[in-house]
T-cell receptor, first 116, second 116 residues
């Protein structure tokens, strides 16, 4: 079974600084997708960024970027110029695509605090 | 991104009663919908996957007779918690995906169920 591990239960960053959230996963598949989702206090899950495993280039979305190391099965999220609105739970997720059986496997989450 | 709604956002019921939660995709056709349960400060646990017009596929350990899922149309799925008990109190989140299984999953805002 695929597993996703987030080893940092909590992280803190000062406003305007940069923070990196870690994620590792275990799989025997070669084709898959990786995601970072954000869950603010409202509990609404928001997609932050996604990475296709067949792409070597790291995905970037404005202040959010990933460091995808396929051989190491590592998928970290870097948040630059942190803002107060970035405070949330962040979940790393993995998905293989096997047709209708395709589903997300989530990590345990990292709570990010942003301080002034 | 696409919008998924859930109703109600919050429900309180007495032990032994049944509660129905609706999940709607507002601006796309959701071939597949997912139902998750989230305990406080925990990750999302997939309960079941439903494809429009088919019976839901339940994850191991989830009682299909207790958590009835119906996905009768491409925009609506319902989760009915039958004979609810206090241990069923939780946050329930639905998610929807379009016709292509590589599509992004979009999440609803969740429903907080409290069983007295």
């Amino acid at each position: 079974a695929q597993t996703v591990t987030q080893s940092q239960p909590e992280m803190s960053v000062q406003e305007a600084e940069t923070v990196t959230l870690s994620c590792t996963y275990d799989t025997s598949e070669s084709d898959y997708y990786l995601f970072w989702y954000k869950q603010p206090p409202s509990r609404q899950m928001i997609l932050v960024i996604r990475q296709e495993a067949y792409k070597q280039q790291n995905a970037t979305e404005n202040r959010f970027s990933v460091n995808f190391q396929k051989a190491a099965k590592s998928f970290s999220l870097k948040i630059s110029d942190s803002q107060l609105g970035d405070a949330a739970m962040y979940f790393c997720a993995y998905r293989i695509d096997t047709g209708t059986a395709s589903k997300l496997t989530f990590g345990t989450g990292t709570r990010l605090q942003v301080t002034l | 991104g696409a919008v998924v709604s859930q109703h109600p956002s919050r429900v309180i019921c007495k032990s032994g009663t049944s509660v129905k939660i609706e999940c709607r995709s507002l601006d796309f056709q959701a071939t597949t919908m997912f139902w998750y349960r989230q305990f406080p400060k925990k990750s999302l646990m997939l309960m079941a996957t439903s494809n429009e017009g088919s019976k839901a596929t339940y994850e191991q350990g989830v009682e299909k007779d207790k958590f009835l899922i119906n996905h009768a149309s491409l925009t609506l799925s319902t989760l009915t918690v039958t004979s609810a008990h206090p241990e069923d109190s939780s946050f329930y989140i639905c998610s929807a995906r379009g016709a292509t299984y590589t599509d992004t999953q979009y999440f609803g805002p969740g429903t907080r169920l409290t069983v007295l």
